[in-house]
């Protein structure tokens, strides 16, 4: 496994690996490498002939409340990682290197955006789509691998690839599961002990709003009433959101028909959990 900084040999890797025949799979991320990120790996591993990760903490994504110094960095423990999951390169630049002057054009989402986490994170999805728009044209993959945990991120990744023409498949990945059902997420860690026994209740809020849908049920507010009442029966977490929308458009919707999303996010004491689901009604 190489560990690349520069654009340029990145590029020039790249372009050796194509000419040589190689499809290329792509695992973009900020690094601190968790379970989800390794099946995206793996998933690329089977896939494709070359797997790509990148690990860049890209300060255009965070907004003026959100502490880009903070994030959590371990190249060393992400490296032998990408190397057990069978990386063949990591793409690791620094800021000066992918921003190393203010951007002349600049990159604004403007749908599926004000909607869901996107509705508190002004500005965020702007800096995924240009970061990305970057990584795309440096790596050149032929599949890019993004979990469904943040599926507004694969929606909005959708518009960007299918708009721009970028010749990429956008491959989602499903989310890793604890076997009770709970979501994975760095963040269950600041559960209490009672908070992590009532967690599960998110995902069988959706494993029975999706019972009731495929059953028949084809009203989003009484989908939606019935999963709060589950939700506050079942937990003691703050519900910030659930919400029903049409996937990967995230638009509103009267009648549940088509591919949907179900998402919600619940604040317990010390964690803020999401978790979501999409089916074709
Ligand atoms: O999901 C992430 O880790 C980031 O948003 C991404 C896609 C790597 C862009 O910086």
Not at 101 to 106: C, D, H, N
Not at 125 to 140: M, N, Q
Not at 150 to 167: I, K, S, T, W
Request: net charge negative.
């Amino acid at each position: 496994m190489k560990v690349i900084s520069k654009i340029s040999q990145m590029q020039a890797i790249m372009k050796q690996e194509r000419m040589n025949g190689r499809t290329i799979g792509f695992v973009p991320t900020m690094g601190y490498l968790h379970e989800g990120h390794l099946t995206l790996l793996q998933r690329a591993r089977q896939e494709n002939d070359i797997v790509v990760l990148s690990i860049f903490v890209n300060p255009t994504q965070f907004g003026p409340n959100e502490d880009f110094d903070a994030y959590p960095r371990n190249f060393e423990r992400d490296e032998q990682l990408a190397k057990k999951a069978g990386a063949d390169y990591v793409f690791y630049p620094d800021v000066e290197e992918m921003y190393p002057r203010k951007m002349s054009v600049a990159v604004t989402v403007t749908e599926r955006v004000n909607v869901l986490c996107g509705k508190q994170r002004e500005g965020h999805f702007d800096g995924v789509a240009t970061v990305l728009i970057k990584l795309f044209h440096i790596v050149t993959p032929d599949r890019a691998y993004f979990g469904m945990k943040d599926a507004q991120q694969v929606a909005v990744v959708d518009g960007l690839v299918h708009d721009y023409n970028f010749p990429i498949e956008l491959v989602p990945v499903e989310t890793v599961r604890e076997k009770d059902g709970l979501a994975k997420s760095s963040r269950n860690v600041y559960l209490t002990e009672t908070e992590r026994e009532e967690a599960p209740a998110l995902y069988k809020s959706l494993k029975l709003a999706k019972e009731r849908i495929d059953s028949g049920e084809r009203n989003p507010e009484a989908i939606l009433s019935f999963m709060k009442d589950y939700i506050q029966t079942h937990t003691s977490g703050i519900i910030d959101y659930i919400e029903i929308y049409s996937y990967p458009e995230l638009k509103e919707i009267d009648t549940l028909e088509g591919r949907i999303i179900i998402a919600l996010a619940v604040k317990f004491s010390k964690a803020r959990l999401i978790d979501n689901m999409t089916w074709t009604v």
